[in-house]
């Protein structure tokens, strides 16, 4: 049982590279999610995807992309990295948007930009 | 979030002994969740809270909304090691655009 699954795991960049966390759900949701997770902040909404085809800016949406590329699979880009975002980023998916629906997380994404 | 406050941000505890972990919001709650994370690892769910006055256990895990006071509060019965971890609550609010806002965490550590 999968779940959602995301890669890497964990990553160090040097300021100014790109690159892309790549997230995948066999679980058929139509909705899926990007957070952040900063210590003292708990999670932030980078962006989100309620359905295939759509996407959607969180709370923190500076500095990344998303697409969308099929039902499965939700990408996050850092297009040029700060050291700013430097963080654990989360995939999560929902059978729906979230309200009344369990949201499901991957193990997270270990980020480092220096 | 400032709008979804934890307390405490940590909390030691005897083995054995029981706890409590609070989660309060600034604005109205349209449905509460509870997440355990252990450090290094992903999320994993307790409970999902919607109605007013409903309360929910797993194993020995039990949480109360209350929609008076807009909070939830998290009660864990004779603390095991296994209940180690960050506890984090995340709620729809009013305004929030159907997405969930999460609280800072609470982190529990279990002495033996």
């Known amino acids: 049982n999968a779940g959602v699954t995301q890669t890497p795991k964990f990553q160090v960049l040097k300021t100014g590279q790109s690159m892309t966390l790549q997230c995948a759900q066999d679980m058929n949701h139509n909705s899926m999610y990007w957070y952040r997770q900063d210590p003292g902040m708990g999670l932030r909404l980078i962006y989100y995807s309620a359905s295939e085809g759509t996407t959607d800016k969180g709370e923190v949406p500076n500095g990344y992309n998303v697409s969308r590329l099929n039902k499965r699979e939700f990408s996050l880009r850092l297009e040029s990295a700060a050291p700013s975002q430097t963080s654990v980023y989360f995939c999560?998916?929902?059978?729906?948007?979230?309200?009344?629906?369990?949201?499901?997380f991957g193990e997270g994404s270990w980020l480092t930009v220096v | 979030s400032q709008e979804l406050e934890q307390s405490p941000q940590s909390l030691i505890v005897q083995e054995g002994k029981n706890l409590t972990i609070n989660c309060t919001s600034s604005k109205t709650l349209y449905g509460l969740y509870w997440y355990k994370q252990k450090y290094g690892e992903g999320l994993i769910f307790l409970m999902m809270l919607q109605k007013g006055g409903e309360e929910k256990s797993h194993e020995k895990i039990t949480a109360k909304l209350d929609e008076k006071k807009q909070q939830s509060s998290l009660h864990i019965t004779a603390s095991q090691p296994s209940h180690a971890g960050i506890y984090l609550c995340g709620a729809v609010l009013m305004d929030s655009n159907y997405q969930l806002i999460w609280g800072a965490g609470t982190k529990l550590i279990i002495k033996p």
């Open positions: 999560a998916s929902s059978p729906r948007q979230v309200s009344g629906n369990t949201i499901y």
